[in-house]
């Protein structure tokens, strides 16, 4: 039973983290509706199952078995996540990525630098965020430009603070409605 209350606890967290954030960067509505799916049976019980407050339980279902069933479950119903964002193309007859909407790249921002704050807790600093996606860039499966454009609002995170990034994704989002 304390496994299911700490993971609730640190999902819900998380999620409320979100939610500020996407208000600040000027799309609460979709911070309302920021991973729902993780409530989900399919979700829920795998993070119960491996919960270890520290990492996500997706890394250590993945141990267990290969591969995160809850992950697989949630990156097909989340639009924030680029992995969401491939599709197959009929020329090279392979499934590549595809650049992500500006808002669902502000969504993802709000993600990243929840997700840092929730597992680094009272140690975060903002330049975490920019350092965990920089080490997974060599691997990652990512349209070029949806790469290049969280990572520059990560950099200005890093360098500049919050208010800064937010900032520059408020400006984004906006001019990505004209």
């Known amino acids: 039973m304390n496994a299911c209350?700490?993971?609730?606890?640190?999902i819900t967290h998380h999620r409320h983290l979100v939610i500020r954030h996407c208000a600040k960067a000027g799309?609460?509505?979709?911070?309302l509706r920021h991973d729902l799916s993780k409530y989900s049976p399919t979700e829920f019980w795998n993070g119960v199952r491996n919960y270890q407050g520290y990492r996500s339980p997706n890394d250590r279902e993945r141990e267990v078995r290969g591969y995160s069933l809850a992950?697989?479950?949630h990156k097909g119903r989340n639009r924030h996540h680029f992995?969401?964002?491939t599709d197959y193309d009929p020329k090279t007859r392979r499934v590549v990525p595809v650049e992500m909407p500006v808002r669902y790249v502000a969504e993802m921002f709000c993600d990243r630098l929840a997700a840092s704050k929730t597992y680094n807790g009272k140690?975060?600093?903002d330049q975490q965020p920019l350092a965990y996606f920089v080490r997974?860039?060599?691997?990652r499966m990512i349209h070029p430009a949806t790469s290049d454009l969280i990572e520059s609002l990560l950099t200005t995170l890093a360098q500049e603070g919050e208010q800064a990034a937010f900032a520059r994704v408020r400006a984004l989002v906006k001019e990505a409605r004209r």
């Open 83 to 85: 992995e969401y964002w």
């Open 136 to 139: 997974g860039k060599p691997v």
């Open 123 to 125: 140690d975060y600093n």
């Open 5 to 10: 209350w700490q993971h609730f606890k640190t």
């Open 27 to 31: 799309i609460l509505w979709q911070g």
């Open 71 to 73: 992950w697989l479950h």
